[in-house]
């Protein structure tokens, strides 16, 4: 079950949101989360519409500042994935 990331307004660092979404079509918009556990401001959840299906996360539609944010996660993951 895929956890949404959080993009940290201060020091934009990715943590987990604490939100869970299984199997759906969810349109985020406007949600917080924090703190940040590297600097304990608070963040926001990337606004965008997608599916999750089998755990796989396709956006629907997102601004542009969401695709950078999301970007930026895939490559911090795929980072840790490596080492």
Request: proline share 8%; net charge positive; with cysteine.
């Amino acid at each position: 079950m895929p956890m949404m990331p959080a993009i940290c307004n201060n020091c934009k660092s990715s943590f987990p949101s604490g939100i869970f979404i299984e199997g759906s079509k969810i349109n985020l918009s406007g949600n917080t989360a924090g703190p940040c556990p590297k600097c304990g401001n608070l963040g926001h959840i990337p606004e965008w519409v997608f599916n999750i299906i089998d755990n796989e996360i396709k956006i629907v539609s997102a601004p542009e500042r969401t695709v950078q944010e999301l970007s930026r996660f895939t490559s911090i993951v795929r980072k840790a994935r490596e080492e």
